[in-house]
């Protein structure tokens, strides 16, 4: 309900334009901090898989929107060629800014596709991938990790959560990617203001949040030799 009218009526030239105006505003400010990690592009990107779609957003959950659309309307184009150009142009934008910080895209768990990490991987400094994994499917999850690693960039747990598992199934799928992930990143769920408390959400992000901590050692540990 948020969005700004006049974005949201845009064509998608337009709109990377736009994009890519934000992103040098930022890098402007932020090249010489020392509290930045990487810029992420946006988060979980798409391109339609068959006609035209109406809107820029594939989801709602939790008061956000999720998925974005890159196009809303191939016309005929390579989506492989589209996803490269649209990380390209954004990625240059920050780079005529900032050449110091990495980039890169969060990426929805999948290991192949046009924004996938194969075909993404060559403008990028890093992948930062989404992973939530589903009860009893731990290896399944660490596959995934095992396949994004496998483009010889970093790769980062940029989401994760035990939202379809329980504690037991995340631990394992934490502890069996240590081989294929540089770096680890939790879900942070935002609480609006007069927002009702939800004592079961609440019950379960603390026990998350207490069981993520508690891994902390063993996950950097092996991999970076108790650093």
Do not use: C
Request: no cysteine.
């Amino acid at each position: 309900a948020r969005r700004a009218g006049w974005y949201e009526r845009l064509d998608e030239q337009e709109r990377w334009q736009v994009q890519a105006r934000f992103w040098r505003a930022v890098a402007t400010r932020a090249r010489s901090s020392n509290a930045v990690f990487t810029y992420e592009l946006t988060s979980e990107p798409v391109v339609p898989a068959g006609g035209p779609v109406s809107g820029w957003y594939t989801g709602r959950f939790g008061g956000f929107d999720f998925v974005q659309y890159l196009v809303r309307d191939l016309q005929g184009r390579d989506p492989y060629q589209l996803g490269r150009q649209w990380a390209h142009k954004l990625a240059s934008a920050i780079r005529s800014r900032d050449r110091r910080h990495l980039i890169g895209v969060g990426l929805l768990p999948f290991a192949s596709g046009p924004l996938g990490p194969r075909n993404l991987a060559s403008e990028l400094d890093l992948l930062l991938v989404h992973k939530y994994p589903k009860q009893d499917q731990a290896q399944r999850s660490v596959d995934l990790m095992e396949a994004f690693a496998a483009h010889g960039k970093p790769v980062v747990l940029g989401e994760t959560f035990p939202l379809a598992s329980d504690n037991r199934t995340w631990r394992e799928f934490l502890l069996g990617s240590r081989p294929y992930l540089e770096g680890y990143l939790s879900h942070y769920f935002p609480k609006a203001k007069g927002d009702r408390p939800d004592p079961l959400a609440e019950a379960l992000v603390r026990s998350a949040t207490r069981e993520f901590l508690r891994l902390r050692k063993p996950l950097l540990g092996e991999q970076h030799g108790g650093a």
